[in-house]
Each structure stands twice: as structure tokens, then as C-alpha cells.
T-cell receptor, first 116, second 111 residues
Framework: DAGVIQSPRHEVTEMGQEVTLRCKPISGHDYLFWYRQTMMRGLELLIYFNNNVPIDDSGMPEDRFSAKMPNASFSTLKIQPSEPRDSAVYFC??????????????FGPGTRLTVL | GENVEQHPSTLSVQEGDSAVIKCTYS??????FPWYKQELGKGPQLIID?????GEKKDQRIAVTLNKTAKHFSLHITETQPEDSAVYFC??????????FGAGTTVTVRA
């Protein structure tokens, strides 16, 4: 398996622009997570899904952020409009709810977002 | 919500020595405590985890201990090697999935 796939790996945009981050979880995993990592705030859980349904979005910083999971193999995190303080590395992770790797979260390589 | 504190923030050890990282948590409902290792430019990777019904768990050179009464847990790495150099994160969760992470410990193993 290729692991969790995220795109793009790097994104540079200007303040006010819309940004869409993409994630393909590991096949068979029924949980998907979006995290944000910054030096100031560390690693924060933004939202997570189970079977494509959002379970907890209490970590989403504000209405400018939205996440969707239209099917089991794809999720997006959108920021509209983007602001410089959104600059961070965004990770997607997935996890199975059964089997040997039960509830282990497998992280993708991350998307480094820079908002100018 | 859960608040996880992690110490120290940086740790430098001589190759072959042991490294210990300590974490405390605030939510008594937390029952799952994983440890992640993050190498430069990569996402975190699970190295070991422990649940509240167990006091200690060991996997080769890595061990984790948990004291639920005191709400703290620790990671122990023995016989450290250069490839152990990375950032280590502890986390706590009340439901296996909603993880609250510590701030991280940068471990440097000196050859």
C-alpha cells in the first residue's frame, strides 16, 4: 500500500485566496483525521471522520475552514479566504477500526501551506 | 478538553545511554496513550502505545509506563542509537481516536 497520500506537498498562496488540500486514506481504513502543525500550537486535531461522516469538528479554528469526505477514498480541507496565520503543515491521517493496526493513526507526508 | 504537557522540550544523550520523556494529562477519562516519532519532513509515526488497564509495555528498546492515579506516563528508550534522533510526541485520548498531543521533545543522540 502507498500509505496516506496528500496533495499538494507544498502550497504558496496569497492572503484572501481559496486553498484546497487533498487526502487519499489507506484503503480499508474507516477513520480519517485532519491535523495542523505549527511551532506555536504544536499538533492540533482539526476534524475527524468515521465512514465518511464527520464525528468531531471542534478543532476547526473558524468558519473559514471546512472539510468534506465525499467517499471512502478522498477527503478535502478547504480554507476560504486564507490568512497568513493559516500558514502551517497540514497532515491527514487514517486509521482502521479493526485488525492488527486497530486505531493506529497512519499519517501522510503533510502539505506545507504558506499564505503570504 | 484534554491538556497534555510534555517534558523536556529538548534532550541530548550520548549514544548507548537511555532517554526518558515524561508527559502529564488532565482528563481522567483518557484511557489511550500513544507515542509518536516524527522525523524531519515526515508525518508522525506510532512507535508504541498503552491503555489504561496496563501499567507498563515494552517493545525491544522502547518502553512506556503509565500511572493513572498521578495522570502521568513516560517513554523510555534504552541503548540509544543515532537513528533515534527525532521529535517524539506523547498523546492522550478518551476514545482511541480524538488525540491531544504534547508539545514534543527533540531528541538528539550524540555519536
Amino acid at each position: 500500500d502507498a500509505g496516506v497520500i496528500q496533495s499538494p506537498r507544498h502550497e504558496v498562496t496569497e492572503m484572501g485566496q481559496e486553498v484546497t488540500l487533498r487526502c487519499k486514506p489507506i484503503s480499508g481504513h474507516d477513520y480519517l483525521f485532519w491535523y495542523r502543525q505549527t511551532m506555536m500550537r504544536g499538533l492540533e486535531l482539526l476534524i475527524y471522520f468515521n465512514n465518511n461522516v464527520p464525528i468531531d469538528d471542534s478543532g476547526m479554528p473558524e468558519d473559514r475552514f471546512s472539510a468534506k469526505m465525499p467517499n471512502a477514498s478522498f477527503s478535502t480541507l478547504k480554507i476560504q479566504p486564507s490568512e497568513p496565520r493559516d500558514s502551517a503543515v497540514y497532515f491527514c491521517a487514517s486509521s482502521p477500526s479493526r485488525g492488527v493496526a486497530y486505531n493506529e493513526q497512519f499519517f501522510g507526508p503533510g502539505t506545507r501551506l504558506t499564505v503570504l | 478538553g484534554e491538556n497534555v504537557e510534555q517534558h523536556p522540550s529538548t534532550l541530548s544523550v550520548q549514544e548507548g545511554d537511555s532517554a526518558v520523556i515524561k508527559c502529564t494529562y488532565s482528563d481522567s477519562a483518557s484511557n489511550y496513550f500513544p507515542w509518536y516519532k516524527q522525523e524531519l519532513g515526515k508525518g508522525p509515526q506510532l512507535i508504541i502505545d498503552i491503555r489504561s488497564n496496563v501499567g507498563e509495555k515494552k517493545d525491544q528498546r522502547i518502553a512506556v509506563t503509565l500511572n493513572k492515579t498521578a495522570k502521568h506516563f513516560s517513554l523510555h528508550i534504552t541503548e540509544t542509537q543515532p537513528e533515534d534522533s527525532a521529535v517524539y510526541f506523547c498523546a492522550a485520548s478518551p476514545n482511541d481516536y480524538k488525540l491531544s498531543f504534547g508539545a514534543g521533545t527533540t531528541v538528539t543522540v550524540r555519536a
